[in-house]
Structures are given as C-alpha cells and as structure tokens.
C-alpha cells in the first residue's frame, strides 16, 4: 500500500489524531499529514506554528520517516490529485462523525473517482476528545495532558504566557 493522505485542522495536534497516525502508519508506507489551512477561522496556532509542533512530536515519536507534514487551501481532492494519492484516511469518532464524513466521501469521490476514504475508528480512550474541546478546556485552565503530546502542551502555554 503506497501513500495514504490525513488531512484535518489540527489545531492542536491531539492524541486522538496522534493515534490515529500510529495505526495508519502501520498499515500505509507512508502518511502525508495535510493540514488544512482556512481562511474564515481564526485558529489557535499558526499555520506555521502548527507545522513545526507537529513535525517535532512525529519525531519525538519515532515516525519522521513514515509521516511527511505539509499543508494545503482549496479542495482536499484538489491537492491529493495533485501529490497522485489514491486514500485519504479520516478518524471515526462516534456516530456524530459518521454523517458528515460519509457524506464528505461521497462528494469526494464525485469530484476524483480514483480516491478511496479509508476509515479509522477511534480508540475508546480518545473517543471524546477533538481540539476544539481541547481548546475549550485550556482556555479555562483545565488540565489538558492527558489529551496533547508534551511539545503541543508547552507550546500551547507558550502562547498564554
Ligand atoms: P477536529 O475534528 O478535532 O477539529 P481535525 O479537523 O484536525 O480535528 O480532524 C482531522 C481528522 O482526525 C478527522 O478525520 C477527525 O475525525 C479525526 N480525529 C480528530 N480527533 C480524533 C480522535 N480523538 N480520534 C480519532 N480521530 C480523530
């Protein structure tokens, strides 16, 4: 199995994407992590900020030579055509998550035949967590390490100091 592409916001990186990482890199020669840049959020980090925090924890991690970060605007297709990637893999949450994302897969797959989503269900222990609540919890001093790797947990306070 050749390149598998991720994309996502990743704003922050959290152990939920992390493991998701871990499993398709296992099952992929290589994981082309794109994070998604969009206009109409304001988001946490950077783009760049967030390209660099995720390229440490996959190092820190062991994976920089399964797991390549980039980062891309407009269409997901668009851009996966572009790098000639035929998988996209997407995180499954909970039943929530299902709706919007067979929905994305088919739309995709209108737009650029040859791309398959491939789904990877959450483990339990992740299932809850996404950035936005991650975001939430910091925002008001809850204790958020068990959800972020260290580096996206120093970084993070970095940015409220
Ligand atoms: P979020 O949905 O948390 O804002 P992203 O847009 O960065 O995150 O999500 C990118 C991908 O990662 C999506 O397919 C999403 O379902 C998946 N994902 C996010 N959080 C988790 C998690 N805790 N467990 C499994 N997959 C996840």
């Known amino acids: 199995m050749a390149v598998a592409l991720y994309p996502g916001s990743f704003d922050p990186l959290t152990y939920g994407h992390l493991d998701i990482i871990k499993r398709a890199s296992s099952v992929f020669n290589h994981i082309l992590l794109g994070i998604i840049t969009n206009p109409n959020k304001t988001p946490f980090f950077s783009l760049e900020e967030r390209k660099k925090i995720i ?40 039943v929530s998550d299902f709706e919007y994302e067979l929905a994305l897969s088919m739309m995709n797959k209108t737009l650029y035949n040859e791309l398959e989503t491939v789904f990877l269900m959450t483990a ?13 919890v910091f925002k008001y001093g809850g204790d958020i390490s068990n959800y972020v790797h260290p580096i996206v947990f120093n970084e993070m306070l970095k940015k409220i100091r």
């Open 124 to 136: 339990s222990e992740y299932s809850f967590i996404s950035s936005n609540l991650v975001k939430e």
């Open 55 to 94: 390229k440490d924890v996959i190092d820190n991690i062991g994976l920089s030579n399964k797991v390549t970060v980039d980062s891309f605007d407009g269409l997901m297709v668009n851009y996966a055509r572009e790098k000639n990637i035929k998988v996209v893999i997407r995180g499954l949450r909970a």
